[in-house]
């Protein structure tokens, strides 16, 4: 199987984290982006290809594994590479850096019909591909692999290649590109071809699919360009995404059978009220207006928001407050811990606000929270929901060093309509938060709503994508609009369609798969951890 995805702009780190949990997966895929400003060196760069000191080039300097010299990536080039599984033979390496090559050429002459880059090919004794072959040829796409054994044996391929567009050559004077001091470096666009990176993308992206083994399953995250439109963005994103808000259900829509719950407001639920505004304490089961309230509380479950009530991101689909947050309070992980104690939990999910205006995103707080539960219960399972910390491997590893026996992190949403639901999140930042926590050696946890405007098959591409970077457990869930100013409801998913959804799940290698429609991230979480355990491993204090 071989998947496709289309992942917008992209750093470096969290592409090479992803590409590398991916190196273990089953799946072949194929990952097209672009990044920042970024310089990288291969394993073959010279220091004095550096014409400017790194330290003082206004762009992200990082060593990478793959093959070739020092080269330049920015906004406006496609970066494309390849996971894929290859011969075991010493050549596969080359075989496969031809295919790459042999996608880029004809990607590039499919974009130039009028024949403007002249000759378009390889050149003897230079990696890459080149325009102008007949007069002064010129560097328009750089390539760099390698090939690796996964843990399985098989032989894997990782990074690619680099197709110059509309991209800023400027950021090449700073190097000798791919260590090349005798051959200018051009782009599509500087050749006279007037074509976006958008296009091009896909032209590779389909050039890719026929050269690496055939038709590929796609899914992309939406990048349309912004339009003038007096629609609020949130509406204007969700249509830009390919979803009709206006067909949507209306906020009184009478909520079907399986969607209706009673309030059991007894003594189990008022005794968990009262000890959480005893001890000041917030859960999201209120903050998010969660419909399973009644029957957590009452069974003595509940899920601890941390960090405070004020998120700095402003989500379509969350009822959690957004303003300005106030300070941390330092003993709020004592709080919680002691609340813990009193409900004499066996199970604890602490969550959290995002906190994108503390330079950890609070995962310091969190991790402190995830001490002080173990500290004064030792027996419990500690769950952490966070958020992705605006992507920063340091602060994640600051959660991932507490040991929590789960870390989640939820997906939301399909790729397609990631930039509509959660325009200050990315797919391909939570699918590698996912894949660190899973690296880490931790099980792994995520979730997802339906019912904005995704298909089935669209959520199975997600699935595929969670299982593919090691995530066990997977939750989804029926989306319910909190508010008129919230995204609309799409459609009301019946009982029936989760339960395919959960199958096509557990036939992607995901251990466990909590969905129905009242299904929520950390609903049945003590079952779902027990279950996720192969039979005859206990679940484990690490």
């Not at 003038?228 to 830009?240: T, V």
């Not at 049945?524 to 039979?535: G, M, N």
Request: hydrophobic share 40%.
């Amino acid at each position: 199987m071989l998947r496709r995805r289309h992942l917008g702009r992209v750093s470096f780190a969290e592409a090479n984290d992803l590409q590398r949990a991916l190196l273990q997966a089953s799946d072949d895929y194929v990952l097209l982006f672009e990044h920042p400003p970024t310089y990288t060196r291969g394993v073959r760069t010279l220091e004095e290809h550096f014409l400017i000191a790194p330290s003082q080039l206004n762009a992200v300097v990082v060593d990478a594994d793959r093959g070739g010299d020092v080269t330049y990536h920015a906004p406006g080039q496609v970066v494309a590479w390849a996971i894929v599984t290859v011969d075991d033979d010493p050549a596969a390496g080359k075989t496969h850096v031809r295919h790459l090559e042999d996608a880029v050429i004809d990607a590039a002459k499919r974009a130039d019909p009028q024949g403007l880059l002249g000759a378009v090919g390889r050149l003897d004794g230079y990696p890459g591909v080149w325009a102008d072959l007949t007069g002064v040829p010129k560097k328009i796409a750089a390539v760099g692999v390698r090939t690796e054994r996964n843990e399985s044996g098989a032989r894997r391929t990782l990074h690619g290649v680099a197709l110059n567009v509309d991209i800023d050559l400027e950021g090449f004077e700073a190097i000798v590109p791919c260590g090349i001091a005798d051959k200018p470096v051009a782009s599509l666009c500087s050749l006279g071809v007037e074509v976006t990176s958008l296009e091009v993308e896909e032209l590779l992206g389909e050039e890719l699919e026929r050269h690496l083994g055939g038709e590929a399953r796609v899914a992309r995250v939406d990048r349309s360009v912004a339009t003038a439109s007096i629609e609020r963005p949130l509406i204007r994103r969700l249509r830009q995404a390919g979803v009709d808000p206006d067909a949507g259900l209306a906020l009184d829509t009478r909520k079907p059978e399986w969607l209706r719950i009673e309030a059991h407001m007894g003594a189990e639920y008022q005794a968990l009220r009262t000890l959480t505004q005893d001890l000041r304490l917030v859960t999201v089961c209120e903050e998010a207006g969660c419909p399973n309230i009644f029957e957590c509380w009452a069974s003595g479950t509940a899920t601890f928001m941390v960090n405070g009530q004020r998120c700095t991101r402003a989500c379509g689909f969350c009822l959690v407050d957004t303003q300005k947050p106030l300070p941390l309070d330092p003993s709020e992980p004592e709080r919680v811990a002691e609340a813990v104690v009193r409900l004499k939990l066996a199970h604890a999910v602490i969550t959290c606000v995002a906190r994108d205006d503390l330079d950890d995103g609070g995962a310091q707080a969190i991790a402190a929270t995830v001490h002080a539960i173990r500290e004064r219960s030792p027996g419990t399972n500690v769950e952490v929901l966070t958020s992705d910390l605006k992507g920063d491997a340091r602060s994640l590893q600051l959660i991932l060093d507490a040991q929590p026996d789960v870390l989640n992190h939820n997906v939301e949403t399909v790729a397609r309509l990631q930039r509509a639901v959660r325009p200050s999140a990315g797919y391909l930042r939570s699918l590698t938060v996912l894949a660190r926590g899973a690296h880490a050696g931790l099980t792994t946890k995520s979730g997802l709503m339906v019912g904005l405007g995704e298909t089935a098959d669209e959520v199975e591409e997600t699935l595929a994508d969670m299982a593919a970077v090691g995530v066990q457990i997977a939750t989804i869930g029926q989306y319910l609009r909190p508010s008129a100013r919230h995204l609309p409801v799409a459609r009301f998913w019946e009982p029936f369609e989760f339960d395919d959804l959960a199958q096509r799940g557990r036939r992607l290698g995901l251990r466990h798969v909590q969905s129905s429609p009242l299904t929520r991230s950390s609903y049945h979480a003590r079952e779902a951890l027990s279950e996720s355990v192969p039979v005859g491993v206990p679940v484990l204090r690490r």
